[in-house]
């Protein structure tokens, strides 16, 4: 569950004007939107807010069932952090690490048990069509292999929420399809999904309700 | 091709990378200079309060009296006199019996007077110069010499010198303290230093892995595991630079005690010019210094931890 009553958030304390401004809408458990908006519209500020890596300069929000606040302990981020898997535009990959390791990551920070942590990176990266390069490093992946990667790892701890930024820039049409499918499906499963993007196209195939976004203002709720 | 087995159990696989971002050689060296001057610090505060110790514990109870022309009849006595058939220093010793009770009175022997001079004048049992006759008296704890005793000797023995070693000491024993509170102050500025110099280690160790941190940040890492991350590499560093500096600074140290041990004696009897044997001296090493030293290392460790722990801490406070 995502609420949102009128947020906003400033790059600075003091700036005058906020890069978000009166946000208000939900989404359930479970729910699917689709984050639209031209470039510069707030989307990616909109997305890094739910993702906790920055905190509302006003309003109130509520993530996964805990308010987000100055206030807010940071042992409360943190675990809350750990339920949110993130999709950046730019992957933020460990450039040094291998794809498993790369992987794996979320899971370690958890201190999940190595042998089911073996497991579930093997079964998530031949998913995504990865299973043959577990041990290449990320810097040496193509673009759309470290997009893969980045899908890989925002999922594999099974989150209760999904925040994805433009995920199929740089993926083939039938990879970007698969994606849609698998996200589809988590949502159906009960994961929250919220997808920013420009492709129209692959808005039309998977039919949502949509947020979208002008100047940091909300002027849709598909809801 | 065939993937390699995975995952590799013993490598750190966060991708901060710690031995590129704090690289060995500048902190490790460092603090095996700072440790270095640490350790010779300690050691010279050791060996100051050593000093004071004895000094104040058995040098201050002791008296020296010097008795010129030694086993000359006392000039001027009349034959009926009982004193007719004494040296000099025998009058003197028969005077100094009256001391309260439990007074040790102790006339060094040729031998003994010999071996203090020879320093100074080489093989002094060879020597024309009249030698007086040196008198060690220690008074039992707690007592005092009395006030007039070099006036009542001198009245009986004339030409009489006696030196009250207590006067000597106290002025040492605050030379000595004055010695072990630079010695501290040095300390703290040894770790002072130590401390900036982790800070900005780690300082800079946090400005060349921002991006990385920010990762591992927004994937769910605490702050406790970023900051013990660093931590641990600035102490493992820390902790060997410690040891090297500690090690190196035992050679002049052993040296340097090797010197220093002949002054360390509380008695006239027990002085001797002579160096001792380098087997033996680590006997002669006070423990609480050899503590001390090992201490260092752990020390230095600890600094560099608790330095960096602080450090990262209050970086990450930036973030949400």
């Not at chain 1, 460990?94 to 073996?118: C, F, G, W, Y």
């Not at chain 2, 270095?36 to 010279?44: Q, S, V």
């Not at chain 2, 203090?116 to 060879?126: F, V």
């Amino acid at each position: 569950m995502i609420r949102l009553s009128n947020v906003s958030w400033r790059r600075e304390r003091k700036a005058s004007t906020p890069v978000l401004s009166n946000l208000s809408f939900s989404v359930p458990q479970g729910g699917f939107r689709w984050l639209l908006g031209p470039s510069g519209a707030g989307k990616t500020s909109l997305l890094s807010l739910l993702h906790v890596e920055n905190l509302p300069s006003d309003g109130t929000l509520c993530l996964l069932d805990k308010d987000v606040t100055a206030h807010t302990p940071r042992a409360v981020l943190v675990r809350l952090r750990q339920r949110i898997g993130m999709v950046h535009q730019d992957f933020r990959l460990m450039p040094d690490l291998s794809v498993a390791d790369n992987v794996a990551l979320p899971l370690r920070l958890q201190h999940r048990p190595e042998d089911k942590i073996t497991d579930e990176v093997h079964a998530i990266l031949k998913w995504v069509g990865l299973g043959n390069q577990l041990n290449v490093r990320a810097s040496r992946l193509s673009g759309g292999e470290q997009q893969r990667t980045a899908i890989a790892r925002a999922i594999v701890h099974r989150p209760g929420l999904i925040l994805a930024d433009e995920p199929t820039n740089a993926l083939e049409e039938p990879q970007a399809h698969k994606l849609l499918d698998m996200f589809s499906e988590l949502s159906s499963m009960g994961t929250t999904v919220i997808v920013a993007t420009h492709n129209e196209a692959l808005v039309r195939r998977l039919p949502r309700p949509a947020l979208t976004l002008e100047r940091g203002r909300l002027v849709q709720d598909g809801a | 091709m065939e993937p390699k087995p995975w995952p590799f159990p013993f490598r750190p696989k966060d991708g901060l990378s710690l031995s590129e971002a704090l690289p060995d050689r500048s902190l490790f060296i460092l603090v095996a200079m700072m440790s270095f001057l640490a350790a010779l610090t300690l050691t010279g505060a050791t060996g100051a309060r050593t000093l004071s110790t004895r000094w104040a514990g058995g040098a201050a109870q002791l008296l020296t009296i010097q008795v010129s022309e030694p086993d000359q009849p006392l000039s001027g006595a009349s034959k009926s006199d009982k004193t007719a058939s004494q040296s000099r220093a025998e009058i003197v010793q028969a005077d100094l019996a009256t001391l309260p009770a439990g007074t040790q009175v102790h006339r060094l022997t040729q031998e003994e007077l010999a071996r203090l001079l020879t320093p100074w004048l080489g093989d002094a049992g060879k020597t024309a110069l009249p030698l007086p006759a040196v008198i060690e008296v220690r008074l039992a704890e707690g007592h005092e010499a009395p006030a007039d005793l070099e006036q009542t000797l001198n009245a009986h023995v004339p030409g009489t010198v006696v030196e009250h070693n207590a006067e000597w000491s106290s002025r040492l024993r605050a030379l000595a303290e004055s010695l072990m509170a630079c010695a501290a102050l040095a300390l703290v500025t040894v770790g002072g230093i130590a401390t900036m110099i982790t800070a900005l280690a780690t300082r800079a160790g946090l400005s060349t892995r921002r991006d990385i941190i920010e990762i591992l940040h927004g994937l769910g890492a605490t702050d406790s595991y970023i900051a013990g991350r660093f931590a641990s590499r600035t102490g493992g560093l820390a902790l060997g630079g410690g040891l090297l500096g500690t090690l190196l600074a035992m050679a002049p140290l052993l040296l340097l005690f090797r010197m220093a041990a002949p002054f360390a004696a509380s008695t006239l009897q027990a002085a001797t010019p002579a160096m001792p044997d380098w087997r033996t001296l680590p006997d002669l090493l006070p423990g609480d210094m050899l503590a001390g030293l090992a201490a260092l290392p752990c020390v230095a460790a600890f600094i560099g931890w608790t330095t960096t722990q602080i450090m990262v801490r209050i970086w990450l406070r930036r973030m949400p």
